[in-house]
């Protein structure tokens, strides 16, 4: 390698050094605004989202350590009760779905998948959409009651400023694409929607809309895991049937958790590096060409 070759493989060692550095010390910072000066009631969500989030990367260690944990617990918890149930079956089916918006590394697409196995393509898909603005309307207002306040000291209110400039005029079609696309994730969007207090109507709407499709493609896939003749009750009452349902299910799911985790991750490094610059670049033009007009 020579001197040239050399000192450009050296700037890059550097700029790169110099990007981790700047996130480093940006997230340092936005750690020490979020836990410093709140009230007693902003505290109290603050162990909560905190308990949250202990519980999920529970889930987490307990899924790596045994692929078909989850899903055996959805199956021997969820499933089997739900069938157990009949008619009323769909009263758990909702609440699971609500409890599984708090717990974020449960899946709602895992669930939505159990309702087209459970109930087929309609019902399935019926219930799912009602399940999804159970769990929807149940995450967004608890980011809206105890999210705000903590946002506003982990973004930095000039941050949120941007971010509440453009959630105004983009925010519903935002959440109805991301809501319609099936493997972005459905919870952490609606948490979002309720740290930035996007309007509720304009929320209900999009993510109504959203689901249809979601919902629908999810119970369809659902709905082929039965095969040959079988039905949802045979594979329950038959131990061994159970046992490959649960290591066949594991598998998928686990593609698919891994495929949210990178779209998330993905998602996370476009809008930190990417998008928020360009955003508040924009945001900062369109403030001085208001107030050129105002002064003139």
């Known amino acids: 390698m020579d001197h040239n070759e050399s000192s450009i493989s050296n700037g890059e060692k550097t700029e790169t050094k110099s990007i981790i550095g700047k996130w480093l010390n940006w ?6 605004r979020t ?5 007693r009631s902003t505290w109290i969500w603050i162990i909560l989202f905190t308990i949250i989030f202990i519980v999920s990367v529970v889930i987490v260690i307990l899924q790596y350590q045994d692929e078909t944990w989850l899903f055996s617990i959805v199956v021997h918890w969820f499933i089997v009760p739900i069938i157990d149930l009949r008619e009323w079956g769909w009263v758990i089916f909702i609440l699971f779905m609500g409890i599984q918006g708090i717990l974020v590394p449960i899946p709602s697409e895992l669930v939505l998948l ?6 087929g393509l309609i019902g399935g898909s019926i219930l799912g959409i009602i399940g999804s603005m ?9 980011a809206v009651l105890g999210g705000r306040p903590m946002m506003e000291r982990f973004l930095g209110q000039e941050n949120l400023d941007v971010l509440d400039f453009y959630i105004g005029k983009y925010g519903p079609a935002a959440i109805l694409l991301a809501r319609a696309f099936p493997f972005m994730a459905f919870d ?10 996007i309007e509720f109507k304009s929320y209900c709407i999009a993510t109504l809309i959203g689901s249809l499709i979601r919902c629908v493609f999810y119970a369809w896939l659902g709905s082929l895991l039965i095969q040959g003749g079988n039905n949802v009750e045979d594979i329950v009452n ?12 594991s598998s998928q799911f686990n593609v698919l958790l891994v495929i949210i985790v990178v779209i998330l991750g993905s998602a996370y490094l476009f ?6 610059p360009y955003l508040r670049k924009k945001h900062l033009e369109a403030t001085a060409s208001n107030s050129s007009i105002i002064n003139d």
């Open 27 to 32: 997230l340092q910072e936005a750690i020490k």
């Open 35 to 39: 836990f410093s000066g709140h009230s």
């Open 114 to 119: 159990t309702s087209g196995l459970i109930w």
């Open 134 to 142: 159970v769990a929807g309307i149940l995450t967004y207002y608890i």
């Open 188 to 197: 952490p969007i609606s948490y979002a929607s309720g740290f930035l207090k």
């Open 238 to 249: 038959d131990p061994i049937a159970m046992q490959a349902f649960i290591n066949a299910g």
């Open 271 to 276: 809008y930190q590096f990417m998008l928020m």
